[in-house]
C-alpha cells in the first residue's frame, strides 16, 4: 500500500517557512518521507495539532509555546502524531504535568528515538547538545492510551526545544 497525504491544517501558533528544531529543520511542505513505513497517510505541518489530533494523542503543546510544528501518519486505526515546539520552563513543566511527568523523570540522552523513528519525523537532535528523555509507555488499565516519547534539548539560550512522539495502535 503507497502513502497518501492527509492534508492537515495549521492554526494558531504558525511562524511560516522552515522551523529549525535543535538541528533539525520541519517544513511546511507536506510531502511522505522515504523512510517512512508502507501507511495509509503522512504529512506534515507548522502549526498546532488540531484539537482532535491533540485530546486522542495527547499531545498539547503549552500555552506560549512557540516554532510548533508536527507531522501525522496514519495505519488503519492507530498511528503515530510527532510535534516539536520552543517553551520556557513554566511551560516545559506544564507539558510534563500533562503527561503525568515531571521533569525529574527525564533521563539524559536521546536514547528514547529509534533511527526509524528520527527518519518518519525528520528530526535531527545533535548528540552533542544537552538533552534528556522519557519513553512513557500506554497506561496499563487503557492500552489504547498512546504511549509517548520525548526529548527536550536544553542547550542554548532562551526556550527548551522539546520533542514528542505519540503513538497508538
Known amino acids: 500500500m503507497s502513502a497518501s497525504l492527509l492534508a492537515l491544517g495549521a492554526c494558531g ?15 511546511a511542505a507536506a510531502a511522505p518521507s522515504a523512510a517512512a513505513p508502507s501507511g495509509e497517510s503522512e504529512a ?48 516545559l513543566d506544564a507539558f510534563l504535568a500533562s503527561l503525568r511527568l515531571k521533569e525529574s523523570d527525564l533521563y539524559p540522552g536521546v536514547q528514547e528515538f529509534i533511527d526509524s523513528e528520527l527518519e518518519l519525523t525528520g528530526w ?36 527548551f526545544t522539546v520533542y514528542i512522539l505519540a503513538g497508538k495502535p
Open 44 to 91: 506534515r505541518a507548522i502549526g498546532w495539532p488540531s484539537a482532535d489530533q491533540r485530546r486522542v494523542y495527547g499531545v498539547v503543546p503549552p500555552e506560549g509555546a512557540t516554532d510548533v510544528s508536527y507531522g501525522f501518519y496514519k495505519v488503519g486505526g492507530g498511528g503515530d502524531l510527532w510535534a516539536t515546539f520552543k517553551t520556557g520552563q513554566e511551560g
Open 124 to 159: 535531527s537532535i545533535d548528540p552533542t547538545h544537552t538533552v534528556k528523555g522519557i519513553s512513557a509507555p500506554a497506561k496499563e488499565e487503557d492500552m489504547k492510551s498512546p504511549s509517548h516519547k520525548i526529548v527536550v534539548d536544553y542547550t542554548g539560550p532562551g526556550p
Open 13 to 27: 501558533g504558525a511562524t511560516g517557512g522552515g522551523v529549525s528544531a535543535g538541528g533539525g529543520t520541519a517544513t
